[in-house]
């Protein structure tokens, strides 16, 4: 393989990265090169003011065979480090982009590369939000034996999804019925209400709707605050992105002329991916939250979706909608210190 080094991000490698990644053993919208470039544009909406792009890319006779999507930054928990881009707060699932028919060698490969290569004095790899199923898990576990390298690896959130079975009868049957009822009471109650009340997915002015949306989730006081001027630039130009590729669901629940309920989630190969949603509490009465998401579930199970994946979060609401848990993990690869050579002083006396 040919190991190349990028330190300006490779925005012409767009159609081969995501072709990549079509095959890859991690497909998620986290890994989407438009994602990661609007990711990158603002250092995850300011919350790496220091990162240093050190993205690494393996080809052989000049076709696109694997990415390592990293970046440095000097200080991360007492030491210098390498990370995935997209870490940590706002991409819930991350990995190495390459086939899995690839991913031995270019683990092989890439860990030299990053110790010989790199201009950066970084003392560990430290890779979050690694779905546990990940081939890559066993592969560092497997590599980092062999090798004698240090290897941590860290459960870190719940990620609760829900399998859908295709038909939206058939999975209110897999619910608790105390569960069950309660959709289906939620659910009459506003579709009776004396103001019409309706969903919609955004698909003519988009970005309007996106602005509306992120209007409606900084009326939550934790998330206004998330949502400084340069989060809310990166989530506007994901969204958009995202529109512009397909892959964008963005709901609304509509009561009278009033938004009352958004999601903004991700539609990406037979999956919708929660990434976030808001309410106008002024509806809470009728419980805009719980109608949308009861929307949302059934037409994903009348058009084919194979999982709703709620996403990073052991919100109560989730395991009420029937979601089961699987787990995001960190692994990090600790470098081993090199040798320093002995001076004079600490070296054996030359007999003269």
Known sequence: MEWRLHTE?????????????????????????????????????????QAQLALITAHEDDYLVGVAPLFFVPEHQGRPALLFLGSIEI?????????????????????????????????????????????????????????HVPLRTERLQPSPYVPLPGDWEAYLASLDKKQRHEIRRKLRRAEGHTSMVCWYCAQDNVEAEVEAFLDLMAQDEEKAAFLTPLMRQTLRRVALAAAARG??????????????????NFDYRDRIYVYNTG???HFNELSPGWVLLSYLLQWANQHGRKEFDFMRGDEAYKYRFGAINRYVVRATLLRQPQPVAASRADSPAILE
């Open 279 to 281: 309410f106008d509490r």
């Open 9 to 49: 991000f490779p925005y012409d490698l767009e159609g081969a990265w995501n072709a990549l990644l079509d095959e890859a053993i991690t497909n998620v919208p986290f890994l989407r090169h438009e994602y990661l470039a609007a990711w990158w544009e603002t250092r995850g909406g300011g919350e790496w003011p």
């Open 91 to 147: 991409s819930d699932y991350l990995d190495f982009i390459v086939r899995l028919a690839d991913l031995g060698r270019f683990v092989d490969g890439l860990w030299p590369f990053l110790t010989q290569a790199l201009p950066f004095a970084w003392q560990a790899l430290d890779l979050y939000n690694l779905i546990e199923t990940s081939p890559t898990l066993s592969v560092l576990t497997t590599w980092s034996t062999e090798q």
């Open 247 to 264: 892959y964008l669901q963005l709901a609304f629940m509509e009561i009278g002329n009033a938004k009352a309920a958004a999601y903004l």
